[in-house]
T-cell receptor
Framework: DAGVIQSPRHEVTEMGQEVTLRCKPI?????LFWYRQTMMRGLELLIY????????DSGMPEDRFSAKMPNASFSTLKIQPSEPRDSAVYFC????????FGSGTRLTVV | EDKVVQSPLSLVVHEGDTVTLNCSYE??????LLWYKQEKKAPTFLFML????IEKKSGRLSSILDKKELFSILNITATQTGDSAVYLC???????????FGDGTTLTVKP
């Protein structure tokens, strides 16, 4: 079992550019979550899906953020346009009972 | 709104000490409470607690839940420098299908 797979591991981009983060959940897990972690705000839930359907996106900070889950094995989180304050580690997690987190994507927007 | 409060926010101890980390919660339709350890990378799962008074144990780590008083503790005995990490507590709500996380306790174990 490869666990939850996120890509890229690191991303450095210029302000205004589009950023796409990718996640492959564990097969059979019916929930998928996108989190953002910063020193200031800790772990924040952005959006989560159940059986590929978005359930709660109230944590998405702005319209610049969007997430999709076209099938049970893939999800994306897109930021367009990116801003320096979006710099954070973005975690994807999948769940059946208890979460399994991916290794995260460290995003730096300069 | 579901709420999880962890204490202390940070803790510095020496190797061999025993530590107790606290997690109190307010949640509608409680399903389970989970503890995670986060070092430099992603959180890793430690325990899931669903019933009061039943201790879960893994090596030097143990945890117990009190559903009447709405709290859980995580104990680490004979601490080692490798225990240095952020310990996260989260509660699951049966309706929301998601966990609410606390801010974590940063544990530093000095040689």
């Amino acid at each position: 079992d490869a666990g939850v797979i996120q890509s890229p591991r690191h991303e450095v981009t210029e302000m205004g550019q589009e950023v796409t983060l990718r996640c492959k959940p564990i097969s059979g897990h019916d929930y998928l979550f996108w989190y953002r972690q910063t020193m200031m705000r800790g772990l924040e839930l952005l959006i989560y899906f159940n059986n590929n359907v978005p359930i709660d996106d109230s944590g998405m900070p702005e319209d610049r953020f969007s997430a999709k889950m076209p099938n049970a094995s893939f999800s994306t989180l897109k930021i367009q346009p990116s801003e320096p304050r979006d710099s954070a580690v973005y975690f994807c997690a999948s769940s059946l009972r208890g979460y399994t987190f991916g290794s995260g994507t460290r995003l730096t927007v300069v | 709104e579901d709420k999880v409060v962890q204490s202390p926010l940070s803790l510095v101890v020496h190797e061999g000490d025993t530590v107790t980390l606290n997690c109190s919660y307010e949640v509608t339709n409680f399903r389970s409470l989970l503890w995670y350890k986060q070092e430099k990378k992603a959180p890793t799962f430690l325990f899931m607690l669903t019933s009061s008074g039943i201790e879960k144990k893994s090596g030097r780590l143990s945890s117990i839940l009190d559903k009447k008083e709405l709290f859980s503790i995580l104990n680490i005995t004979a601490t080692q420098t490798g225990d240095s990490a952020v310990y996260l507590c989260a509660v699951d709500n049966t309706n929301a299908g998601k966990s609410t996380f606390g801010d974590g306790t940063t544990l530093t174990v000095k040689p």
